[in-house]
């Protein structure tokens, strides 16, 4: 099929990047910004390793479901492709991702996936992680490396909306090349900024840098630039979470859970379904010890946490010893995780998902209960296939609304020995 040809097709189904997948009598196009069931004109802009894309030209037949964004730059953005969806439809879209993750296999029952939505449609992002390039201040569009600029941003919580004003305006006319800026909610209300770049930087970013540790919501800067190892810092980096009724210690930069209120309702899903008491524990990817805490609560000396990034690691340990919890967390490959005899297996891997886990490790079969929580439906529909392969079935499956507006869901299934 060649590029740049005009073509009319029906909408079948949102992809999982969030495009929509349009069905075209010259095959199947790529498209952001239309909805299941819409008939559209688009424009065949690119082949690229199979898949074809386009852009909307217009909307023919509108979906019931369509609703004007709220946000004037979603559609230049790209960030949050179903901000064209009311709510109800957009939860219908992602439960279809978990479905068809768990569908035809051992015990999945695909009308009973649950959802748990997110109080906040907007404001609810406790981190982001944002770009720069030659002048331009904003995201990566979808699926480029391209930034746009982008002066305000609703998905955003208060405080990292307004810190992100003031790095615009601090670090706007001085930032060289081009890097990441992360924005992290470091304790209510305040917000620490991580750069990091390639480029070497001239002395004024310096102190710009310094100028934004103290400004508004901001309470620190973390610079790391050119080849240097160690970043530079000013202000206050350390972050604290909230996470249900605890107060976790996080080190900045490292992973943390972006939505507060559907991470609260994450925790206590992922405990309820481990039930860890009286039992021997395997938590895999235990990161600075969200799920850890409180399964050590319940399971205090019979849980064993692996995690590979050692300042999470040591934020877990000084996580847990605050609290006086009993557990061993150790630092390591979760694809290689310590023998022994465990009764439940929470795993919570990266978007690659944990296929090297089952296909290699020999933890399976033993456990009687895996408690999977994923970010992506994709890696997860391919693991859910090894899991079920060695004797398990699926007996509950959960979506959880962690990033409304956008594609991305995470979710829990648990499986039982068969
Ligand atoms: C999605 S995060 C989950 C962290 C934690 N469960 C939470 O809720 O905050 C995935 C974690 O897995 C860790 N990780 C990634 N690959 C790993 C591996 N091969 N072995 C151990 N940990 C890994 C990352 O450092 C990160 O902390």
């Known amino acids: 099929m060649s590029t740049d040809l005009r073509l009319e097709g029906v909408v079948r189904a949102i992809g999982r990047g969030g495009d929509a997948v349009v069905e075209t009598d010259r095959g199947v196009v790529l498209v952001p910004g239309a909805l299941p069931g819409e008939r559209v004109e688009i424009l065949v802009t690119q082949r690229k390793r199979g898949a074809r894309r386009g852009r909307l030209l217009g909307v023919l037949e509108t979906a019931s479901g369509r609703v004007a964004p709220p946000c004037p730059e979603a559609s230049r953005c790209g960030g949050c492709p179903l901000m064209i969806a009311a709510p109800a439809l957009q939860r219908e879209i992602k439960l279809g991702f978990l479905r068809e993750a768990c569908r035809d296999l051992p015990g999945a029952d695909t009308t009973l996936a649950r959802w748990v939505p997110s109080p906040l449609g907007s404001g609810y992002r406790r981190r982001a992680r944002l770009a720069w390039d030659r002048g331009r201040f904003g995201y990566r569009r979808l699926h480029t490396r391209r930034v746009v600029d982008i002066e305000s941003c609703m998905i955003l919580a208060p405080p990292l909306a307004a810190a992100w004003t ?9 930032l060289r090349g081009e890097g990441q800026i992360q924005l992290e909610l470091a304790s209510p209300g305040h917000v620490v900024v991580g750069l990091s ?5 001239p002395p004024a970013v310096f102190e710009s840098c310094a100028e934004l540790a103290r400004s508004g919501p901001v309470v620190g800067v973390a610079l790391r630039a050119g080849e240097e190892v ?3 810092r000013w202000g206050e980096t350390e972050l604290t979470l909230r996470s249900g009724a605890e107060t976790m210690v996080l080190p900045a930069g490292g992973f943390s859970q972006a939505n507060d209120a559907v991470n609260e309702a994450l925790i206590e899903t992922v405990v309820k379904l481990a039930e860890p008491r009286g039992a021997s524990v395997l938590e895999l990817h235990c990161g600075a010890g969200n799920f850890t805490v409180p399964l050590a609560a319940e399971a205090p000396s019979r849980l064993v946490a692996v995690e590979q990034d050692r300042a999470a690691v040591e934020a877990c340990r000084a996580n847990l010893a605050r609290r006086k919890l009993g557990a061993r967390v150790t630092a390591g490959d979760a694809n290689d995780p310590p023998r022994g005899s465990y009764d439940v297996v929470v795993l919570d ?3 690659q998902g944990a296929r090297t886990l089952f296909e290699k490790s020999g933890l399976l079969p033993g456990p009687k209960r895996v408690v999977y929580v994923s970010c992506d439906t994709a890696t997860l529909g391919r693991d859910l296939e090894l899991v079920t392969r060695s004797g398990y ?7 959880f609304d962690m990033f409304p507006q956008t594609a991305h869901l995470e979710s829990v299934v648990r499986l039982v020995r068969s």
């Open 166 to 174: 003031e790095a615009r305006l601090h670090l706007g006319g001085a």
């Open 197 to 201: 770049t390639r480029d070497a930087q």
């Open 230 to 232: 160690a970043p530079a």
């Open 349 to 351: 891997p990266p978007r």
């Open 393 to 399: 079935r699926i007996d509950h499956m959960i979506a």
